[in-house]
């Protein structure tokens, strides 16, 4: 009888020790992220409870508020649409996202000083408050991003090239986060994904405006390349394969290269970079690596250097291949040129304040990557003026004011070529970035350029 006891005693001990392992799993490893998660239920007990903090752009335009009729509680974006891939939505069908997911902690009063704050109030029976989010966005240049994109699918990035601000990150199609839980089935079904946010998740290849990278590992590997006189007849044969280009260019220096987007060029300044030094460049340029937005972003990637074939790599040197980028990467490319090689880390919150108004977190500016020399984003530089002054970026050029750009027509396998256009301005002292991206859309001499060469204008001479 007593080892029968002492036998289930051992299993009941057994089984305690398992439990009290689970559970201290639970709260140890897996506790933190289940307690931001989104479709967590807290959240909703705690929302009924709290006057949540609102969410404004740079301005102080309020991009998400809570209004009250009677004692319920309804959350309310007066900019809809626009920015609906960064605020994000309360659903407490479908859960919650972007910064109103990322920030719950602060917009509840859960932190800091508001943490001890309304658990004083609730025990007094008062009002409970959160706090409130300042993000770097501006919403009218969002606005205009989103109208200038006109209903098609693509993405606008705009940021401040000295400090790493984002000013507009538009994302087309969007949504409506006022009626998400009527649209909700149309969306998740939708073909054109509006719930994507295509300015950090999105996946292309980044055509000609990638030659700005290849033109950087080339420069920096050989500084003698300034006053080389290339030839261009239109087409370069790499290992049986024919690369051809948009036209015989003749001679050419790696100015006018970059101006006239010159593939034949390009393709041989890669192969002349050699597949480890090419991937070293795209590295330094932010190829592979998590910028640490927060929002998820997409690091980008290309084929591994053991798998750079020849035709690989002067594919890789125009932007085509295997090379995969998102639109904030491009405009990060184009900072850096603009920013003499520095790249400034991104971000899009400015502020986060307690209910009191008193600053709990302030965006601090640091350095990213130091991608290039300055004299070697000098030299690019020149081209992409060039290039807007009498090459293919002609269509950005914004009267008073000096724009460098570079376009791209990026081939992909599901029908018309992709329209980019990267750039900054002004070129002479540089403010912002831009980065440009319509979806089987054609030219980006055309189509994207344009649009790149309003929201400079905009962002910088208001107009």
Same mark, same amino acid.
């Given at each position: 009888?007593?080892?029968?006891?002492?036998? %289930? +005693?051992?299993?009941?001990? /057994?089984?305690?020790? &398992? @439990?009290?392992?689970?559970? *201290?799993?639970?709260? #140890?490893?897996?506790?933190?992220?289940?307690?931001?998660?989104?479709?967590?239920?807290?959240?909703?007990?705690?929302?009924?409870?709290?006057?949540?903090?609102?969410?404004?752009?740079?301005?102080?335009?309020?991009?998400?508020?809570?209004?009250?009729?009677?004692?319920?509680?309804?959350?309310?974006?007066?900019?809809?649409?626009?920015?609906?891939?960064?605020?994000?939505?309360?659903?407490?069908?479908?859960?919650?996202?972007?910064?109103?997911?990322?920030?719950?902690?602060?917009?509840?009063?859960?932190?800091?000083?508001?943490?001890?704050?309304?658990?004083?109030?609730?025990? %007094? +029976?008062?009002?409970?408050? /959160?706090?409130?989010? &300042? @993000?770097?966005?501006?919403? *009218?240049?969002?606005? #205009?991003?989103?109208?200038?994109?006109?209903?098609?699918?693509?993405?606008?990035?705009?940021?401040?090239?000295?400090?790493?601000?984002?000013?507009?990150?538009?994302?087309?199609?969007?949504?409506?986060?006022?009626?998400?839980?009527?649209?909700?089935?149309?969306?998740?079904?939708?073909?054109?994904?509006?719930?994507?946010?295509?300015?950090?998740?999105?996946?292309?290849?980044?055509?000609?405006?990638?030659?700005?990278?290849?033109?950087?590992?080339?420069?920096?590997?050989?500084?003698?390349?300034?006053?080389?006189?290339?030839?261009?007849?239109?087409?370069?044969?790499?290992?049986?394969?024919?690369?051809?280009?948009?036209?015989?260019?003749?001679?050419?220096?790696?100015?006018?290269?970059?101006?006239?987007?010159?593939?034949?060029?390009?393709?041989?300044?890669?192969?002349?970079?050699?597949?480890?030094?090419?991937?070293?460049?795209?590295?330094?340029?932010?190829?592979?690596?998590?910028?640490?937005?927060?929002?998820?972003?997409?690091?980008?990637?290309?084929?591994?250097?053991?798998?750079?074939?020849?035709?690989?790599?002067?594919?890789?040197?125009?932007?085509?291949?295997?090379?995969?980028?998102?639109?904030?990467?491009?405009?990060?490319?184009?900072?850096?040129?603009?920013?003499?090689?520095?790249?400034?880390?991104?971000?899009?919150?400015?502020?986060?304040?307690?209910?009191?108004?008193?600053?709990?977190?302030?965006?601090?500016?640091?350095?990213?990557?130091?991608?290039?020399?300055?004299?070697?984003?000098?030299?690019?530089?020149?081209?992409?003026?060039?290039?807007?002054?009498?090459?293919?970026?002609?269509?950005?050029?914004?009267?008073?004011?000096?724009?460098?750009?570079?376009?791209?027509?990026?081939?992909?396998?599901?029908?018309?070529?992709?329209?980019?256009?990267?750039?900054?301005?002004?070129?002479?002292?540089?403010?912002?970035?831009?980065?440009?991206?319509?979806?089987?859309?054609?030219?980006?001499?055309?189509?994207?350029?344009?649009?790149?060469?309003?929201?400079?204008?905009?962002?910088?001479?208001?107009?």
């Amino acid at each position: 009888m007593k080892k029968n006891i002492f036998k %289930l +005693g051992i299993v009941l001990l /057994g089984l305690f020790s &398992i @439990l009290a392992a689970y559970l *201290s799993y639970l709260h #140890m490893i897996k506790g933190p992220a289940l307690a931001v998660n989104p479709y967590n239920r807290r959240f909703q007990e705690i929302e009924s409870q709290v006057r949540r903090g609102s969410i404004y752009d740079i301005k102080g335009v309020v991009l998400a508020k809570t209004e009250f009729v009677g004692s319920k509680g309804t959350r309310i974006y007066p900019r809809g649409a626009d920015v609906s891939h960064l605020v994000g939505y309360i659903s407490e069908r479908y859960g919650r996202a972007g910064f109103e997911s990322y920030y719950d902690n602060y917009l509840l009063g859960m932190e800091g000083a508001d943490r001890f704050r309304n658990l004083t109030n609730k025990l %007094l +029976g008062r009002e409970q408050v /959160g706090g409130d989010i &300042i @993000l770097t966005i501006d919403s *009218s240049l969002q606005r #205009m991003a989103i109208d200038l994109m006109g209903g098609r699918r693509g993405a606008v990035v705009l940021l401040d090239t000295g400090t790493g601000a984002l000013r507009v990150l538009a994302s087309s199609p969007s949504f409506n986060p006022n009626k998400l839980d009527e649209l909700w089935p149309s969306l998740v079904n939708s073909e054109s994904s509006p719930l994507l946010n295509r300015a950090t998740e999105g996946v292309y290849p980044p055509g000609s405006t990638y030659k700005v990278v290849t033109a950087a590992g080339a420069l920096s590997a050989n500084p003698d390349l300034t006053g080389k006189i290339f030839d261009c007849p239109g087409y370069l044969d790499v290992n049986g394969y024919r690369l051809n280009d948009t036209s015989a260019h003749g001679e050419l220096s790696i100015t006018r290269a970059i101006a006239v987007s010159c593939n034949t060029t390009f393709a041989q300044l890669g192969l002349g970079l050699g597949p480890e030094s090419f991937s070293r460049t795209a590295k330094a340029f932010g190829m592979g690596k998590d910028p640490g937005l927060e929002t998820p972003a997409w690091p980008g990637s290309m084929a591994s250097v053991g798998m750079i074939t020849p035709t690989e790599l002067a594919s890789s040197a125009i932007g085509q291949g295997e090379v995969l980028v998102s639109p904030l990467q491009m405009a990060m490319v184009a900072a850096a040129i603009a920013n003499k090689g520095v790249i400034m880390r991104p971000y899009l919150v400015e502020a986060v304040n307690d209910s009191l108004g008193s600053a709990v977190q302030k965006a601090t500016h640091k350095t990213w990557l130091v991608s290039t020399t300055p004299e070697t984003s000098e030299i690019i530089k020149e081209g992409m003026i060039e290039a807007v002054r009498y090459g293919t970026a002609t269509a950005a050029a914004v009267s008073g004011m000096k724009v460098a750009g570079k376009t791209g027509s990026a081939q992909n396998p599901h029908g018309q070529t992709h329209a980019w256009f990267i750039g900054f301005a002004p070129a002479d002292q540089p403010r912002v970035a831009v980065a440009v991206i319509l979806e089987n859309a054609g030219s980006g001499g055309s189509v994207a350029a344009p649009i790149g060469g309003r929201l400079l204008s905009a962002a910088v001479i208001g107009r």
